[in-house]
């Protein structure tokens, strides 16, 4: 007779750590897959490296702190998850990646959530790893480090496949989110302030990003060198430099955005604010955004001419569009094109487009564009000549952006913005 013995693995425990018991390093060696560990109130000086699926959850006031150096948590394992904790001094070393917790390639379907992220290098860097979950966590820099260069970004996202960052607040880092070589996320309802850049993106595509807000930031979003991005109903509130950045952006939609109050610092010559600034970026589509009380609305350059512009709103901008070209770019499609709050043409058939083209540029804002000393000449006789003359002979007038089919309403609602 032969015996057989099987063996099952233990059922998952629930092991609690508190200051006056076993050290919560050890608590996380020693358990098991599948363990769940609370944490109870209390300030743990730990470096914690996770290597087997665990879940982490604090009570209230459970802080680990990792007294200024390296990571304060590593995860290498799958299907962890970090909840309700307070992690805050990790190293600042931004050469080797100190963060408050690193994910690693082989931590696929992490959750980090309702953490406090506080005076971290980076507050949370996902590395190389696939189906990442990072929900309502808030996520603090270190204000001592005085220049935002010094800083590390709040989250970022470096070769992530299928990552989900949602309904997060980050403030006070250099970046709030910063996302590279990443493919097929989504960043929704996430709140960011007081950064250098809200949202930054390189080398990435197939993303959405949906719903988020900035405010008082340098630049609201800067998307670069990307493609098929989803940007859509995102929100830019005095930020200064930017609103939307698009630097070597490709096939991607701008949609149903509010971008309001975007102004530079008057005391510096040439530094406005740009609701939108478009840079050698080409086959977009933006349309139903709201551009709204910024120092420009639209700034295009350098090869960005084959988009797509339609039912934007543009709304007291002190410039509507700066674009200086040597053909005309139409902004309009289908018979539709945009609203333009100083447009003045008139709609005698009642049918929501004015009779009239809309041209938002003539031949003196061209001349101070291109020679902004010039400024200096705006009220004389010379410069008032010059726009009667382009009144009287419209084929003196220069080649820019033309909206054949204004809208005589605005499609999107600027209340959405205040």
């Known amino acids: ?51 087997k699926p665990l879940t982490l959850r604090g009570e209230p006031g ?18 962890v998850v970090i909840q309700g904790l307070t992690i805050r001094h990790s190293g600042t070393n931004l050469n080797h990646m100190d963060a408050g917790i690193f994910v690693e390639k082989t931590a696929s379907h992490v959750l980090i959530k309702d953490n406090f992220l506080d005076h971290n290098g980076f507050g949370l860097w996902l590395d190389s790893c696939a189906d990442a979950r990072v929900i ?27 990552g989900l960052v949602a309904g997060n607040e980050i403030w006070q880092t250099r970046d709030g989110l910063y996302v590279e070589t990443s493919t097929h996320c989504l960043l929704r ?30 630049s609201g979003y800067a998307l670069m060198s990307s493609d098929h991005l ?30 309001h109050g975007i102004h530079g610092n008057p005391s510096i010559m040439g530094d406005v604010g740009k609701a939108i600034f478009i840079y050698n970026s080409e086959f977009n589509t933006l349309r139903n955004n709201v551009l709204a009380d910024s120092d420009i609305g639209i700034h295009m350059t350098a090869g960005s001419e084959n988009n797509v512009i339609y039912d934007n709103a543009f709304i007291n901008n002190r410039t509507q569009v700066k674009y200086v070209a040597n053909h005309t ?10 609203y333009w709050s100083d447009y003045l043409g008139w709609d005698r058939n009642d049918d929501g487009i004015g009779d009239v083209a809309y041209e938002p540029n003539d ?3 061209k001349l101070l564009w291109t020679y902004p000393l010039a400024r200096i000449l705006m009220s004389s006789p010379a410069v008032e000549t010059l726009r009667w003359v382009q009144t009287q002979f419209p084929v003196l007038k220069p080649q820019g952006v033309r909206d054949s089919y204004p809208l005589m309403q605005p499609v999107a609602a600027l209340g959405a913005s205040r």
């Open 230 to 259: 989803i940007v859509s109903g995102n929100h830019s509130r005095n930020d200064r430099i930017y609103g939307l950045l698009l630097n070597y952006i490709t096939y991607s939609t701008i949609e149903n955005n509010t971008v």
């Open 363 to 365: 031949a003196v804002d």
């Open 189 to 218: 309802d996430n709140r960011m302030h007081n950064l250098r850049y809200g949202v930054h993106y390189m080398y990435s595509n197939h993303d959405r990003l949906i719903n988020n807000h900035t405010w008082d930031t340098r």
């Open 62 to 79: 459970a802080v680990l702190d990792g007294g200024g150096r390296g990571d304060v948590i590593r995860v290498r394992a799958p299907n």
């Open 136 to 162: 309502d966590n808030r996520v603090r820099g270190d204000p001592s480090q005085r220049r935002l260069a010094d800083r590390g970004n709040g989250i970022q996202l470096a070769n992530i496949t299928r």
């Open 1 to 51: 007779m032969i015996c057989m013995a099987v063996f099952y693995p233990a059922a998952a425990a629930t092991l609690h750590v508190s200051i006056d018991g076993a050290s919560l390093a050890e608590t996380v060696q020693h358990a098991v897959p599948g363990d769940t560990i609370v944490i109870a109130k209390g300030v743990y000086p730990v470096h914690l490296v996770i290597g």
């Open 329 to 338: 770019d139409e902004w309009s499609s289908h018979g539709r094109g945009n």
